[in-house]
């Protein structure tokens, strides 16, 4: 009896771990006064970071860092820390949120030794800004020299970890790459490089499920990331920054998220796995030790 106490103690304890690691981690810090809904939404006005002062400290610009070492050198904002792991390279701007907008930067990824791939990632529609990565919004991100296809790009849902796989383009990543976003309603569009002078979208994803005003912020994953600049322009302000194309509608097809069910991380589900996991390893535990005594 106490050798079965022993496994079912040791059993319940490594439940008690798993749990917060693989469901908690996703659940929000929700702090009030740094939700979304407090901040005042970005009306017809234009938000530029040109970088260009080396004095530059984020923090005192309305910046929260919620990991790495972001630093602003030689005119660009650069993520310096040099080691693997991703979730903790981020920054988010706190002083107004973002419903609909377009957000147009130049960026580069550079990889940190030892790391499999690498990536530049810009977030909005964040619920609440000292989030970690799981918690709430989108991420478009574009991957380093190490992935394959290089460049590949594409959007994240993180409210419900969604990857959209299926929509990634890989785009020109050879030095500095161009970027505009803009987010109208549930239509996100994505010119990379060259398509932000022609007109024709590098990919547009329709996704139905969520539409509220958020923060937008930075992430570097595996990545010694450099920006440019980052403008950001919201009503009429964001007229003319990419070109109309009046052949758009031939020249690329919408890529509409019509189905998201059973493609996220279902927390609910992992819980109840977890769950039937420890009740069946103790009956195999209790069968085993009354088997032996037999």
Sequence with gaps: MKRLASILATIIMLAALIVPTGVTAFAADDDPEKQADKFPVSENEIIKFDFNDDGYDPELEGWCVLGGKWVVEDGSLKQTRNFTGWNEKQLN?????????????????????????CWFAFAFRRKQYNHQHEESGYIVTTEGFKSIPQGKSLMVNW?????????????????????????????????????????EYTFRINDPDWAEPGFIGLAAGNALIEVDYLYLYTGDKQEGIVKENANEAAAAVDRTIKDLEGQGKDNAS???????????????TTLFIGGKKA
């Design 270 to 284: 992992l819980v109840i796995m977890i769950i039937s996991a420890v009740a069946l390893a103790a009956g195999v």
């Design 159 to 199: 409210t419900k970890q969604l990857s959209y796989e299926e929509y990634a383009e890989a785009v020109d990543i050879n030095d500095w790459v161009d970027l505009v976003v803009v987010a109208k309603g549930n239509v996100f569009t994505f010119y990379y490089n060259d398509a932000i002078e022609s007109g």
């Design 93 to 117: 701007f706190t002083q107004k949120t973002f419903g609909d907008f377009t957000a147009k930067m130049r960026f580069k990824v550079k990889e940190v030794d030892g790391a499999s791939q």
